[in-house]
C-alpha cells in the first residue's frame, strides 16, 4: 500500500481493500473516506489535520435472550488474547498509554471497541492490543467464571459456608437494573419490538445471567466477531495506509470470507395500543412511579427519516418552552419529564417517546390521555415556524462545532453514524446534512409537514405502548429471596463431588488472580514519551474597573463565539451558598428582562447553542485553606448571534425573573435528578460523605451537591419551600452584581471586538469576603437507599498543589488503582469497579468502590493497602507505569472551546503553565521510596473518613473493624 491520499479515487485498491467514495466535509476541515475489504469489512476513515488518532472496530451483536452475552463477551475479550495472555491487558494497558479515551461499550445491538491519543507510538501499541482482543481471544474458562458468573462459597475453601452467586457483570447488573433509567430503556425495547433482539437484555438481567455457559458465549463470538461482520473507523492526520496496513496484517490476513446473517428484521405493526406495568425497587409508592408513551416510528437507516425525527422531537421536548414538554411539566402530574422522553435512533425502527416522572402509578392513564391530547392540539392549532427554525439552528450550530468537551471530538463524528450504518444507512448522509437540510426546508415550505408527522405516524399509529414503572418496596427483598432460592435450586442436588468442584474452582481462581503476569510482552511507553510542557495558549488580559478582569483568546472556533463569566461568592451567607446551585439550576430555566421562562427559552434556543450556569469550589495551590467558591455563567453562539448571546447572560446576570410556580416545577426535577444519580453515581456521592469530613472545600461541595443537598431538596418539596428559596434567590441576585468577576470571551480574531457591555456594566467587583464553612465531625457516614449493592469510600487529607508530596500521591494513587484495587476489589471481590483517587488541587486521597457485593471485605481490601505498598512486590515498570497513567491526568484533551478556559482562568486561580510544569517535572523523578513515604505519612488509619452508600446497614460487618457508621436513609 503505497497510494497517496491525493492519488487515491473511487475504485482505487489499496491492498484488499476497495475505496468506494471519497468526498470532502468542507464545514470541519475533513475528507471522508469510505472503503470495503474483500473480506466484507467495512471501513470509514476521516482524515483531518488532528493529532488525536482514534479507532473503533464494532460488531452488530444480537442477542437472542437475556444472559447478557454480547455484554459479558465485551469484558472477556478484554482480558487475555492470543499475542497478550495477560489476565487484564486492557487494565494493564491504561497506565501504559497516554490514552485521551479508551473503553468498550455494548448498545442493544452492536458492541464497540475505541480508543484516542495524540502520541502516535501509543495509537499503534493500543491499536495491536485493540486488534487481538476483539479477534483473538482467549476467552479462557476462569475469565468467563470471573466476569460472567460463578457459584462460590462464602469461605471459598469451605463447602459449609453459604454458596453465593458471584461475577462482574453479575454484580454490575444488579447495580445497574436498580435504576428505574435502565428499567425504562430495557422496557421500551421490550414493550415496542417484542419479537426482536430488543426484547432481550444485552447487559443481562441478573435472573438470566446464570443461564449462560462457557461454550455458549464461544459460540457467539465465533459467530459475531469476524470480519465480514466489522465496521471499522480511524480518525487523524496520518495516511491512510498506515491505518490499514496493520489491520490487514494482524487482523484480515488470518480470516477467510464468511457468509454471516446478522441482520434485524422490522418488527410486525401493533393492531392496537398496547400497555405494559413493571415493578422497579423503590419505597416512594407515592411519587416514586414514571409513565411514558412510546411509538414505533419510522427506519433509523434513512438520514432524511433521522433528520425530521430529531427536528420534531426538539421542537416538542427540547427546551423548557418546548409545547409537550411544557404541557407534562406544567400538568402537575409529576415532577419531570420520564427516563426514555425523546426521539431514539438507536433501534432498527426508531422510537419517539414522552412521560412524566414523580408521580403515582394510578396516574399512568392520565399521563397517556395528556401526551395524546397535546399532540392532537398541537398539530390542529399547527407549530410556529420559529420554533423549527430554532431547532434546526441547534443542529446547524452543533454539527459546526469543533469541541473535545465531554467525548473527543472524532468519536463524536462517528457515533452521529455509528448505530444507523449497521442498519443500511448511509454514514456520509448523517455527516453532510446539507442535502437533507435543503429538502426539509422544501418539505416545509409545501405546508403542515410536522403537523402530518405527527397526526399520520403519531396519532393514527397503532404501534404504541404505554410503559409504567410501579415502585415496589419489598421487591429489594423479593429479588434477595429468588437469588437465594435460584442459588437453592442449582445446588439443591450436590454431591460430594459438586461442592468440591466449587470449591475447586474458586481456590483456582484465586490462585490465578494472586499470580503475576508477565505483562512485558505487553507494549508501552517511556518517560522520555511523556510531554514536559503545558499549553501556553494566549489571551489579553486587561482589568477594566477594580475586581473586574477580561480576557480574550483568538481561536479556531469554527465561527463559534464562547463567553464565560466567573463571579466569586465569599462574601454570600452560609445560607445562601446552601442554596447557590439551585440557583444556578433555575436562573437559565426561569425568566430574564421582559420574558417569562417560556420567552427566554425560546429566546436561547433560537439565538445561541445554549446558555448555563455552574458553581464551583476550590482551593488555592499553595494552601488548603485558602477556599475559593464561585458561579459562573457560560454560553455560546454563532458569531452573527454573537451579541445577542451577550445581551442574554446580561439580562440573567441583572434581571432575573423567578416566580414561585415555577421555581416549584424546577426544585422537583432537581430532586427527581438527584434521586436518579444515587444508583449511577454512588460512588461520588459515597466519597461526598467521606471527604465532608476532611476539608472546608469538601464539606461545602457535599453541602452543595452531595446527599445533604439531596436532603434538603426533599424537605423543600415536601414542605412547599418555593417562597422561602425564592427569597434567598433575591438576595443572591443582588449580592451577585457586586462579585469579583472574571470573564473571558473566546473566538476568531475578528469577534474579539465584541461589546461586552450588557454583561460588564453592571458588575461592580466591590464585594469582599472569606469562606469558612463548618467542617462535618470526624464520623463514618453511611446512607441507605433501594439498591442491590454498595458503594464504599475511605479518604485522606493530603497537601496543596505546590508542596513537594503531591506528584508522589498522585502516582500512588495510579499504582494502587491499577496494580492493588483492580485485583482485590473487582477480580477477586466482583465489584464493577475499585478506585484510587487524587485531587491534587484538592489536597484529598481516596479509594472507591463501585456496584461492590461487599462491605467489610472491601474495608480490609482498603486497610490492606500499606502491606501491598510495603511488600516488596512493586517494580520499577510498575512505578513508570503508574507515573505514565498519572503524567495523562496532567495532559487533557482540549479543543478551542476550552483551551484558553483552562488557561485564563487557571492563571488567576494561581495554577499557572510554571507551576503545572514543576508539578509534572516533581512526578517524573517520583521514586518508591516517596511512594511508601508519603503513604506512610498522609495514609495512616487515625487518619481515615469513611462514607457509604448501601442497601442495608453496614454496622453490623464493620463494627468490630471500629468503624461505626451514622447511618441515615437517603
Not at 703 to 721: C, I, M, W, Y
Not at 722 to 741: D, G, N
Request: glycine fraction near 8%.
Amino acid at each position: 500500500m503505497n497510494t497517496t491520499l491525493t492519488t487515491l479515487a473511487p475504485g482505487a485498491r489499496l491492498g484488499r481493500y476497495t475505496v468506494q467514495r471519497i468526498q470532502t466535509l468542507p464545514d470541519i476541515d475533513a475528507t471522508f473516506y469510505e472503503l470495503r475489504h474483500d473480506l466484507g469489512a467495512r471501513h470509514v476513515h476521516i482524515s483531518r489535520d488532528d493529532d488525536n488518532l482514534t479507532f473503533c472496530v464494532s460488531f452488530p451483536t444480537v442477542p437472542s435472550d437475556s444472559t447478557g452475552v454480547a455484554h459479558i463477551l465485551e469484558h472477556i475479550v478484554l482480558a487475555g488474547s492470543k499475542h497478550y495472555p495477560v489476565k487484564d491487558p486492557f487494565f494493564s494497558m491504561l497506565p501504559r498509554s497516554l490514552n485521551t479515551f479508551m473503553n468498550a461499550l455494548t448498545w442493544s445491538d452492536h458492541t464497540a471497541y475505541p480508543f484516542s491519543t495524540r502520541n502516535e507510538k501509543d495509537f499503534f501499541n493500543l491499536l495491536g492490543v485493540y486488534l487481538d482482543a476483539a479477534f483473538f481471544p482467549l476467552m479462557r474458562k476462569e475469565t468467563f467464571l470471573r466476569e460472567a458468573w460463578r457459584l462460590e462459597y462464602a469461605t471459598i475453601d469451605d463447602s459449609a459456608s453459604e454458596l453465593k452467586l458471584q461475577g462482574v457483570v453479575y454484580n454490575e447488573m444488579k447495580g445497574a437494573m436498580a435504576s428505574a433509567s435502565s428499567q425504562m430503556y430495557r422496557a421500551l425495547g421490550k414493550a415496542l419490538y417484542p419479537d426482536l433482539t430488543y426484547a432481550n437484555n444485552s447487559g443481562g438481567e441478573p435472573r438470566d445471567i446464570p443461564n449462560l455457559t462457557w461454550e455458549g458465549l464461544r459460540a457467539f463470538h465465533a459467530r459475531h466477531y469476524h470480519p465480514s461482520n466489522a465496521y471499522f473507523y480511524t480518525y487523524g492526520n496520518l495516511p491512510i495506509e498506515r491505518f490499514l496496513e496493520p489491520i490487514e496484517a494482524q487482523v484480515m490476513s488470518q480470516f477467510e470470507t464468511l457468509d454471516l446473517d446478522v441482520s434485524i428484521p422490522d418488527q410486525a405493526n401493533f393492531a392496537e395500543p398496547r400497555t405494559l406495568d413493571l415493578p422497579y425497587a423503590s419505597s416512594d409508592t407515592e411519587k416514586g412511579a414514571q409513565s411514558l408513551v412510546a411509538w414505533k416510528v419510522s427506519p433509523s437507516h434513512e438520514s432524511f427519516d433521522v433528520l425530521r425525527w430529531n427536528v420534531l422531537a426538539d421542537v416538542l421536548l427540547g427546551n423548557p418552552a418546548a409545547p409537550l414538554r411544557r404541557a407534562l411539566i406544567e400538568s402537575g402530574l409529576g415532577s419531570a419529564t420520564a427516563d426514555g422522553t425523546g426521539y431514539h435512533e438507536d433501534f432498527r425502527e426508531g422510537a419517539f417517546s414522552a412521560g412524566l416522572k414523580g408521580l403515582s402509578a394510578d396516574k399512568a392513564e392520565q399521563v397517556e390521555e395528556l401526551v395524546v391530547e397535546t399532540l392532537r392540539a398541537i398539530a390542529d392549532e399547527g407549530i410556529p415556524a420559529d420554533l423549527v427554525d430554532a431547532a434546526i439552528h441547534q443542529l446547524e450550530l452543533s454539527r459546526k462545532e469543533v469541541s473535545n468537551a465531554g467525548w473527543p471530538y472524532s468519536l463524536k463524528l462517528f457515533f452521529r453514524f455509528a448505530t444507523t450504518w449497521q442498519f443500511g444507512g448511509d454514514p456520509l448522509r448523517f455527516l453532510k446534512l446539507g442535502e437533507d437540510l435543503s429538502r426539509l426546508q422544501r418539505e416545509r415550505q409545501a405546508g403542515d409537514f410536522f403537523e402530518r408527522m405527527i397526526r399520520d405516524e403519531l396519532l393514527v399509529n397503532p404501534h404504541r405502548v404505554r410503559l409504567t414503572l410501579v415502585p415496589e418496596p419489598a421487591l429489594a427483598e423479593r429479588t434477595e429471596a429468588d437469588e437465594r432460592a435460584r442459588i437453592a435450586e442449582m445446588s439443591r442436588d450436590f454431591t460430594d463431588e459438586d461442592k468440591a468442584r466449587v470449591v475447586g474452582e474458586a481456590v483456582e481462581l484465586a490462585r490465578l488472580q494472586e499470580a503475576e503476569d508477565d505483562t512485558s510482552v505487553l507494549p508501552t511507553l517511556e518517560l522520555a514519551d511523556i510531554p514536559r510542557t503545558v499549553p501556553r495558549t494566549e489571551y489579553d488580559a486587561d482589568d477594566i474597573k477594580p475586581g473586574v478582569t477580561v480576557g480574550r483568546s483568538a481561536q479556531p472556533t469554527s465561527g463559534l463565539v464562547y463567553l464565560d463569566v466567573q463571579l466569586g461568592v465569599p462574601h454570600l451567607t452560609p445560607e445562601q451558598l446552601d442554596v447557590l446551585p439551585l440557583y444556578a439550576y433555575a436562573v437559565t430555566r426561569s425568566g430574564a428582562g421582559s420574558l417569562d421562562y417560556v420567552g427566554l427559552a425560546r429566546r436561547i434556543e433560537a439565538h445561541t447553542g445554549g446558555v448555563g450556569a455552574s458553581t464551583s469550589i476550590g482551593t488555592g495551590p499553595d494552601d488548603l485553606g485558602d477556599l475559593r467558591a464561585s458561579l459562573t455563567f457560560s454560553g455560546k453562539a454563532l458569531s452573527r448571534n454573537a451579541a445577542e448571546l451577550v445581551a442574554i447572560l446580561g439580562d440573567l446576570l441583572t434581571d432575573p425573573k423567578f416566580d414561585e410556580e415555577r421555581l416549584s416545577q424546577l426544585l422537583r426535577q432537581q430532586r427527581s435528578g438527584m434521586e436518579a444519580g444515587v444508583v449511577s453515581a454512588g460512588h461520588v456521592y459515597a466519597r461526598g460523605l467521606a471527604t465532608a469530613q476532611l476539608s472546608p472545600a469538601a464539606a461545602l461541595a457535599e453541602r452543595q451537591d452531595g446527599l445533604t443537598a439531596l436532603a434538603r431538596l426533599k424537605q423543600l418539596t415536601d414542605e412547599q419551600g418555593a417562597p422561602s428559596v425564592l427569597r434567598q434567590f433575591e438576595t443572591i441576585t443582588e449580592a451577585l452584581k457586586s462579585a469579583r468577576a472574571r470573564v473571558l470571551l473566546t473566538g476568531q480574531k475578528e469577534d474579539l471586538q465584541l461589546d461586552l457591555t450588557p454583561v460588564l456594566a453592571p458588575l461592580t467587583g466591590a464585594a469582599t469576603g472569606l469562606l469558612r464553612p463548618e467542617l462535618r465531625a470526624r464520623t463514618p457516614q453511611a446512607r441507605t437507599t433501594d439498591v442491590p449493592v454498595s458503594y464504599h469510600a475511605v479518604a485522606y487529607r493530603t497537601v496543596p498543589y505546590s508542596h513537594p508530596d503531591g506528584p508522589a500521591l498522585l502516582a500512588l494513587s495510579t499504582l494502587l488503582a491499577s496494580k492493588y484495587l483492580l485485583r482485590e476489589l473487582r477480580e477477586k471481590g466482583g465489584a464493577y469497579g475499585g478506585f484510587a483517587t487524587y485531587n491534587a488541587q484538592g489536597g484529598l486521597f481516596t479509594m472507591l468502590s463501585y456496584r461492590d457485593p461487599h462491605t467489610r471485605r472491601t474495608l480490609e481490601v482498603y486497610r490492606g493497602a500499606r502491606d501491598f505498598v510495603h511488600g516488596g512486590t512493586i517494580s520499577a515498570d510498575d512505578l513508570k507505569e503508574a507515573i505514565l497513567s498519572a503524567s495523562s491526568n496532567l495532559d487533557p484533551l482540549t479543543s478551542p472551546d476550552t483551551i484558553a478556559r483552562l488557561r485564563f482562568f487557571g492563571d488567576l486561580a494561581g495554577y499557572t503553565p510554571d507551576k503545572q510544569e514543576a508539578f509534572k517535572a516533581r512526578l517524573l523523578d517520583v521514586t518508591l521510596e516517596d511512594v511508601r513515604r508519603v503513604f506512610d505519612t498522609y495514609l495512616r488509619e487515625e487518619n481515615a473518613a469513611y462514607g457509604t452508600v448501601t442497601g442495608k446497614d453496614p454496622n453490623p460487618e464493620t463494627a468490630d473493624l471500629g468503624v461505626v457508621y451514622e447511618v441515615a436513609r437517603i
